[in-house]
C-alpha cells in the first residue's frame, strides 16, 4: 500500500520558517522523483519544487525560489520542504507527489499525499 503522509504544516508568522517532511512507504523511493505542490482555494495547483530520484538536481518555482530548498533522505524514505522567509502569499495546502522519471517529464505525478496546512499570518 502506498502511502504519502506529511507532516510539519502550521501557523507561523510572516518572515518565519516551517520544515515540511514526507514520509513514504510502499514503493521504490530512490526511483521517483519527488515532488511538493500547493494549492490554495479557487487557485490552481502550483509546483513548489522537485528533486530527482537521486538527489543530484532541484528545481523550483519563480515564488519560491531561493527562500525554499527541497531534500531527501534515500535511506529513510523521506523528502522534505524547508521553507524560509515566509510570506502570507504561502499560505497554502502543501502536498507532497511522487512521480517516476517518464512520468516527471509529462509532469503527471503517481502518487499523492493527504496535505497539509501552511499558514502565513501578515
Known amino acids: 500500500q502506498v502511502q504519502l503522509i506529511e507532516s510539519g504544516g502550521g501557523l507561523v508568522p510572516a518572515g518565519g520558517s516551517l520544515r515540511l517532511s514526507c514520509a513514504a512507504s510502499?514503493?521504490?523511493?530512490?526511483?521517483?522523483?519527488m515532488i511538493w505542490v500547493r494549492q490554495t482555494p479557487g487557485m490552481e495547483r502550483e509546483l513548489v519544487a522537485a528533486i530527482r530520484w537521486n538527489g543530484d538536481t532541484t528545481g523550483y518555482s519563480d515564488s519560491v525560489k531561493g527562500r525554499f530548498v527541497i531534500s531527501r533522505d534515500n535511506a529513510k524514505n523521506m523528502v522534505y520542504l524547508q521553507m524560509n522567509s515566509l510570506k502570507f502569499e504561502d499560505s497554502a495546502v502543501y502536498y507532497c507527489a511522487a512521480a517516476t522519471p517518464a512520468n516527471w517529464v509529462r509532469r503527471e505525478f503517481d502518487y499523492w499525499g493527504q496535505g497539509t496546512q501552511v499558514t502565513v499570518s501578515s
Open positions: 510502499g514503493f521504490d523511493f530512490s526511483s521517483y522523483y
